[in-house]
């Protein structure tokens, strides 16, 4: 299991290293939500993103994978591993860490074993909670819950307004969030352009997973919110289907996502495909 204090730790020797380190904002239990930067500071920047969903912390691990790797590279990149600490924390050390909210998450969850949970420390499903299409997702509920609960309005989590403010501020050219299961790449939320399909097919080729055309019944995810935003990205779902959840380290050694340079290739491809410096 990968935890909230490996990713301090992490942090600090990237830090050490020469990455800048800094916070988007606090979850809900007012833990940081960290994000590491590196290359140059002007020009265009990428945000990366893993750990929306608490049980799928080796994101998090490949996100900083990733930041170790590009210490030493000028494009601009930051690096945004763990959107849902208190989830992470809750997997870790179970619900005594949720305070006012232990016995709700008890009683959603029906143990004191968290493995599977994939919400925040009020039940919400972060990736749902994004202003896009709100509400309307094919496995969206309306009331608190492991996963898939879209929480009382758009942003109504500390995490979700957070990112969503630090993505306004950055403006970045593409972002790339990293879930898992499945080893596809999602791009369309509805834009049917046919320069995001082709980068996204491109993703693909690379990582030899699947591009999947359409929505697919999603709504309220960061990837949607960025696409109506004009903002062009991906989710990708590392990882083979025939896993399951809780995953470790050990489960994606093999993923080709986990050991290739893909935001290297994704800085040279973007302006080849949208035709921009």
């Known amino acids: 299991m990968y935890t909230y204090k490996n990713l301090i730790d992490d942090i600090e020797i990237l830090h050490s290293c020469g990455a800048k380190i800094g916070s988007i904002g606090t979850s809900l239990l007012e833990n940081e939500i960290y994000y590491i930067h590196t290359g140059l500071d002007e020009g ?19 996100v900083i994978k990733q930041a170790y790797r590009h210490l030493r590279l000028p494009m601009g990149i930051y690096f945004v591993p763990m959107i849902n600490p208190d989830g ?28 599977l949970w994939k919400a925040n420390a009020r039940a919400v499903d972060l990736n749902n909670n994004f202003d896009a299409r709100f ?19 758009p942003f109504s989590e500390p995490e979700t307004a957070a990112l969503r403010d630090f993505t306004l501020a950055v403006k970045p050219y593409f972002t790339v969030s990293y879930h898992a299961l499945g080893r596809e790449v999602y791009w369309d939320f509805g834009q049917k352009s046919d320069k995001d399909k082709a980068m996204a097919q491109s993703i693909a080729n690379m990582l030899g997973y699947d591009c999947v055309d ?24 590392i990882g083979s289907s025939w896993l399951s959840h809780p995953l470790s380290a050990r489960d994606i050694t093999d993923d080709v996502c986990v050991n290739i340079d893909l935001p290297s290739k994704i800085a040279k491809l973007y302006p080849k495909i949208y035709g921009v410096g």
């Open 135 to 153: 509400g309307t997702g094919k496995s969206n509920v309306t009331r608190p819950a492991s996963h898939g609960y879209v929480g009382d309005h």
């Open 214 to 237: 359409g929505d697919l019944g999603s709504a309220g995810g960061y990837k949607d919110w960025c696409i109506l935003q004009g903002i062009p990205g991906v989710t990708i779902e």
């Open 44 to 62: 265009k920047q990428l945000i990366i993103t893993g750990g929306i969903h608490a049980r799928e912390n080796v994101t998090t691990q490949l």
């Open 88 to 115: 992470a924390l809750l997997i870790e050390r179970g619900s005594a860490v949720a305070r006012e909210y232990a016995a709700l998450l008890l009683d959603i969850n029906g143990s004191d074993d968290f493995s």
